[in-house]
């Protein structure tokens, strides 16, 4: 049976937060952190893996404060790993896999830094860093992608959106269906509160706070971290740099493949997870 988002829709009040998410599935809990673009939620993000990695886990895919069907947030103010943290403490949860693309992969980086005994393994897609000085990446200024990205947050449209989603993937003919775009501009203007949050504060949002990369050795969760090699929203030289220096982490680069690696090549991307985290 295809499992639908009415299906494993839940709700949660944290201690300041009301969290939307979807559940399902049982065994090690593996979380699920969507991207920061206009119109992301936990389903959007991850619809392709959810049914098959609760096969195998307990897969919990929030929509973060400030995104989706969860509270609004001040982004002057909020820490999205708190969220996390306060999420994972409602739901009884001690320690979970993080998976997390783009935004939702550097929250992932910053909980196995700064909160390393909730993480048991770290997977990232695209995650981006504050790095310098790219080799492969744009120089001077946001990428392509992020730059469409933050017009996104003013104009939502399904143009607008048609625009984001075909620099998100590779493969355009494939992905970018009239379907997705109209999905992912009914739930950015279905939230203008959250679109306006952070418009007010970007390009501070959507990452309030970025991970100290000096730190990036002391992570002791097992990495695997995954890059479109034809991301243009954030370059793979970023994983790669990751890679040299997080001590139990391999990357995984996939050619013909955007910055949304877990939609554009979900049955080897729930593969690889579903072996990394059953066997390491």
């Keep these: 049976m295809t499992l639908l988002e009415s299906d494993i829709a839940k709700d949660v009040q944290t201690p300041h937060w009301r969290i939307h998410y979807n559940e399902a599935g049982t065994g090690h809990p593996v979380v699920l952190l969507h ?20 096969r195998h ?5 929030p929509d973060l404060p400030g995104w989706g069907d969860s509270d609004e947030v001040d982004f002057l103010a909020y820490d999205p790993i708190d969220a996390v943290c306060e999420l994972l403490d409602a ?17 992932s980086l910053r909980m196995a830094i700064e909160r390393p005994e909730r993480v048991s393994h770290l997977i990232t897609m695209g ?13 001077g200024g946001p990428s392509e992608g992020l730059t469409i990205m933050y017009q996104g947050y003013s104009d939502a449209s399904p143009e607008a959106m048609k625009r984001l ?6 493969d355009r003919a494939r992905f970018a269906t009239p379907e997705l775009c109209e999905q992912r501009s009914a739930a950015a203007l279905g939230h203008p509160q959250h679109l306006a949050n952070i418009a007010r504060v970007a390009p501070k949002a959507p990452i309030p706070i970025w991970a100290d990369l000096r730190t990036l050795a002391s992570i002791t969760a097992p990495a695997l971290l995954i ?38 090549h979900a049955a080897e991307f729930n593969r690889q997870v579903i072996e990394f985290v059953t066997h390491h």
């Design 127 to 139: 995650a981006p860093i504050q790095m310098g000085p790219f080799l492969f990446g744009a120089g």
């Design 35 to 54: 991207g920061g673009g206009p119109g992301a939620t936990g389903w959007s993000n991850y619809s392709p893996n959810i049914e098959a990695l609760s």
């Design 91 to 107: 739901l009884g949860i001690e320690q979970a896999a993080f998976v997390g693309n783009s935004m939702g992969g550097h929250t």
């Design 57 to 61: 886990f307990r897969v919990i895919a």
């Design 165 to 170: 989603v075909e620099i998100m993937v590779y």
């Design 227 to 264: 890059h479109g090699r034809d991301d243009r929203v954030v370059s793979f030289e970023s994983t790669l740099f990751l890679a040299a220096n997080i001590p139990d982490s391999r990357a995984h680069i996939i050619n013909r493949c955007g910055h949304w690696a877990q939609l554009e």
